[in-house]
């Protein structure tokens, strides 16, 4: 491979201070002659692989997670290109601290261990100068922007200007698995007070001071910045990320067609679950118009992962109306049902009929809740999005075993101490026999004898592929069809359809491959739905593979001021 030639104008401890550029002591005899950089480093040059080697030395030194996660943050702050080298060097170790479930504790702790400044913080005071402040940005070009509120921050809540570490940690994935350019992304918070009374009484919390702005202002204030990255940066891809139920979905609604946009939460928790499910029916030895689906959370991550099934269910050959029939949505009110009168109108198209549970024994409250459900419904699939930890007991699992030989349960919810269910409960209680994908990473479980592989249905199997697809296919709206095409994609490649005893998903380390399946399957599902121009499938490989970055340090050529 080739080395790519750099010309800067940047001379001194101005260029080694730079984290896109700098290559410490990496630079060669002849880069510290024409930058001024003799006497600035110790003499010795090292290889982009001896730099890994001891800054992999000094992360093992660290004595506890968020120890190594502010390590990392701290190296990527210094020198971006050895801190992606190190991460796809350790992918598997260090994707857990680099982002969940560690970065749950960075954002918890995100004013407490602030270093250096990284994306654009836009408070409300600031409303009025929202295109100025995008014109901040601390690179021009950009390919992709990941914003929150730090509303609904994983499963710990309301974290107001700590949610910026969730942007932060999702873009280096999109560098690190797709292969944009780090220089090329921006992440940005929206900080519009928080509800937190503990953030808000911490004498070191750095975010505006104020509860949460709500209604009719919170959104003018963020259509006051969509309407500035439209102006400002019109071919740009916007993620949402995690911005709370009530906002997450009308927000997506109101701009999916108005730019380049989709929402993780409802979008990307849908594909990679869909994804890993097609290799769990497959493992199971039946097919998708077999399954009785039930879940528990009907947030915006449940109703989207629905949504995604029920589209594919359709598309398998079943009606609308049989589709919707085969979901059996719980929440802290118990099953969506068509006497409800507290749904929003995307959880009503999953509100069953009440006369479906006319002959059910109820609990003495009324409420149908999960166990209701498990009791009277053979549930073959059973999906936890609720964050409650616990929520899938003994007593449920046992009964869906009872009825179902291989019960596929994926208890999604982040981080690991919000998880409905631990992976080795579930499989001792179904006597081996369940398939299980889980939200956050957990180890193998011994059991009778064999190592039973837990799939993590991490969104990173999906959002920096999807970004690749977009900005190579030069899409301008992302549709449910290309995400859906991305969840097949991934779906295709589980170890799984092979071997029913292994993974559901692939190994991480193997993901910057299947990034670029993913990608193509994106950028085609774009062509055909007309928001992308037409190519040969050998040109969308080709511009895929020219979009992806690799850290690897470029020869770098002196510029003139």
Not at 203 to 213: K, S, T, V
Not at 299 to 306: E, H, K, P, S
Not at 506 to 519: C, F, Q
């Amino acid at each position: 491979m080739s080395v790519p030639t750099l010309r800067t104008s940047l001379r001194g401890m101005h260029l080694l201070e730079t984290p896109i550029l700098t290559k410490g002591t990496a630079f060669t005899d002849e880069e510290r002659s024409a930058f001024g950089l003799h006497g600035l480093l110790p003499p010795q040059i090292e290889s982009l692989d001896e730099q890994v080697s001891r800054a992999y030395e000094a992360y093992r030194r660290k004595t506890d997670d968020l120890e190594r996660h502010i390590f990392l943050r701290a190296l990527q702050d210094r020198n971006e290109t050895l801190f992606y080298k190190l991460l796809s060097a350790h992918i598997e170790e260090m994707m857990p601290i680099v982002y969940t479930p560690v970065v749950a504790l960075g954002c918890e702790q995100f004013s407490s261990i602030y270093r250096r400044p990284r994306g654009l913080f836009i408070s409300y005071p600031l409303r009025d100068s929202i295109p100025s402040l995008l014109r901040n940005r601390p690179h021009p070009e950009v390919d992709v922007i990941v914003v929150t509120d730090g509303e609904r921050i994983l499963g710990i809540g309301d974290q107001g200007v700590g949610g910026m570490g969730i942007p932060v940690g999702k873009l280096s994935l999109y560098s690190l698995i797709g292969g944009i350019h780090p220089a090329r992304t921006l992440p940005v918070v929206l900080d519009v007070g928080t509800n937190n009374e503990d953030r808000l009484k911490a004498p070191e919390y750095l975010g505006w001071r104020h509860e949460r702005i709500t209604g009719d202002a919170y959104y003018e204030f963020v259509d006051l910045f969509v309407q500035a990255v439209k102006q400002e940066l019109p071919r740009t891809c916007l993620q949402w990320e995690d911005f709370a139920n009530p906002h997450a979905r009308p927000l997506l609604d109101r701009y999916r067609d108005q730019l380049l946009t989709f929402n993780d939460d409802i979008q990307g928790t849908a594909t990679v679950v869909f994804g890993a499910l097609t290799g769990a029916i497959k493992a199971s030895g039946k097919n998708l118009k077999d399954q009785q689906i039930v879940f528990y959370g009907a947030g915006a991550a449940g109703i989207g992962v629905a949504d995604y099934l029920r589209m594919a269910l359709v598309d398998s050959g079943l009606s609308e109306e049989e589709a919707r029939r085969r979901f059996w949505i719980v929440n802290r009110g118990g099953i969506l049902h068509a006497d409800r009168t507290d749904l929003a109108p995307e959880q009503r198209v999953y509100a069953q009929p009440m006369e479906r549970f006319a002959a059910w024994r109820r609990p003495s409250s009324g409420i149908i809740d999960l166990e209701t459900v498990i009791h009277n419904v053979d549930a073959t699939i059973l999906i936890g999005l609720s964050t409650l930890r616990g929520a899938f007991t003994e007593s449920i699992v046992r009964e869906m075993a009872r009825k179902v030989d291989r019960p596929i349960i994926f208890p999604l919810s982040n981080p690991t101490d919000r998880c409905e269910a631990v992976p080795e409960d579930l499989v001792r209680w179904t006597d081996g026999r369940a398939i299980v994908a889980t939200g956050s990473p957990f180890a193998p479980v011994d059991f009778a004898g064999r190592k039973i592989p837990i799939a993590q249905c991490n969104n990173v199997y999906v959002f920096p592929a999807v970004g690749l697809g977009l900005i190579a296919s030069g899409a301008r709206r992302v549709t449910d069809r290309m995400m859906m095409a991305a969840g097949r994609a991934l779906g295709e490649s589980s170890p799984a359809l092979s071997d029913p005893g292994a993974s559901l998903l692939p190994s991480l380390k193997d993901l910057p491959t299947i990034a670029r399946k993913i990608a193509f399957e994106v950028g085609i599902e774009a062509q055909r739905a007309g928001v992308a121009q037409p190519t040969s499938p050998e040109e969308l490989r080709d511009r895929i593979a020219a979009t992806q970055w690799t850290p690897e340090y470029p020869h770098l050529v002196r510029a003139e001021p």
